[in-house]
Each structure stands twice: as C-alpha cells, then as structure tokens.
C-alpha cells in the first residue's frame, strides 16, 4: 500500500509541474538583441542542434557559416562568421537571439529570420522554393532554436 501511496504522489508531483508555454515569434522579448528567456522552458538537446546546423533541409546555417565540427558536411559557405567558439563569444541568450533573430542584434546581417512570421516582403515556405500559404511558420520551431544554442554554446575555442 505505501509504494502505491508513494507511486501516486510521484504522478501528482509530477502532473503538478507546469509546463511552461512556448513564446511565439510575435511574442519575443529581445533586450539589445539577446532573448533571456528560453523560448520553450526545456532545455535544448546539443546533438539535435548540430543536426539543424548542419542540415541542408533544416536550419542550413554550413551553407553561410563554417563549423569545424561538422567537417564531414560539405560546401560550408564564407559568407558569415566561421562557428568556431561561438560559445565563447556569445553568452546563451546573445546565441538565442542571433539565431531568433539576427537582424535585431546586427542590423544589416544577412542572416535569415529563423523565428520570425511577420513584417516579410515576400516570404517563401521555408527552403521549399514556394511562396508562404496559410499555414506559414517560423523556419525553425521553438525547440528548434533551443537545440542550435544549446550546440553552439558547445563550441567553445
């Protein structure tokens, strides 16, 4: 009866833990370009991060940005900073907004939005080549951006 009592409030604690709420892109707070809050309360996950930074179809960043950790990628581009010690450079909530954002922090970046779904020109659908419908949405989710900083915050010099 008490593993039963004790598994019961373990459910209880556990059911009792608010989840915290994404933060939608038109709901993002940056304080001179960083995001101090996380976006979705959960931790990022540093190998699905690497994953999005090296994904041609996901985040894409090797097609800009250098990353020696990721040499088995091909056609890295030039165009921005190499990645190297990025965890160095930026603290978490710098990266976190870079990544939202850039454009908040370095005002003429080429960098693309990556969570972002509003005050668009002419928005595609993300790397599909297509124009945005009604179903169009940041190009990385939330936990998407979470998983790149926690990543770069690993790349350290």
Same mark, same amino acid.
């Given at each position: &009866?008490?593993?039963?009592?004790?598994?019961?409030?373990?459910? /209880?604690?556990?059911?009792?833990?608010?989840?915290?709420?994404?933060?939608?892109?038109? $709901?993002?707070?940056?304080?001179?370009? /960083?995001?101090a809050?996380?976006?979705? +309360?959960t931790? %990022?996950?540093?190998?699905?991060?690497?994953?999005?930074? +090296? $994904?041609?179809?996901? +985040?894409? !960043?090797?097609? !800009?940005? #250098?990353?020696?950790d990721? /040499?088995?990628?091909?056609?890295? %581009?030039? =165009? %921005? *900073?190499?990645?190297?010690?990025?965890?160095?450079?930026?603290?978490?909530?710098?990266?976190? %907004?870079?990544?939202? $954002?850039?454009?908040?922090?370095?005002?003429?970046? &080429?960098? *693309?939005?990556?969570?972002?779904?509003?005050?668009? =020109?002419?928005?595609? $659908?993300?790397?599909t +080549?297509?124009?945005?419908?009604?179903?169009?949405?940041?190009?990385?989710?939330? #936990? #998407?951006?979470?998983?790149?900083?926690?990543?770069?915050?690993?790349?350290?010099?």
């Amino acid at each position: &009866m008490k593993i039963l009592g004790t598994a019961a409030g373990v459910a /209880a604690l556990l059911a009792s833990v608010a989840v915290a709420e994404i933060i939608e892109p038109t $709901n993002v707070s940056f304080e001179d370009g /960083a995001i101090a809050t996380s976006l979705t +309360g959960t931790p %990022g996950d540093p190998a699905e991060g690497r994953d999005i930074v +090296g $994904n041609k179809k996901k +985040g894409n !960043c090797v097609a !800009c940005h #250098q990353v020696s950790d990721l /040499a088995e990628i091909p056609f890295h %581009g030039e =165009i %921005g *900073p190499m990645l190297d010690g990025a965890g160095d450079r930026w603290s978490e909530a710098e990266l976190r %907004g870079i990544v939202a $954002n850039a454009k908040v922090m370095f005002e003429d970046s &080429m960098m *693309p939005s990556f969570y972002k779904t509003e005050g668009f =020109i002419r928005p595609g $659908n993300a790397y599909t +080549g297509e124009a945005a419908d009604d179903t169009f949405g940041p190009i990385l989710t939330a #936990q #998407q951006i979470e998983d790149v900083v926690a990543y770069l915050a690993t790349l350290k010099d």
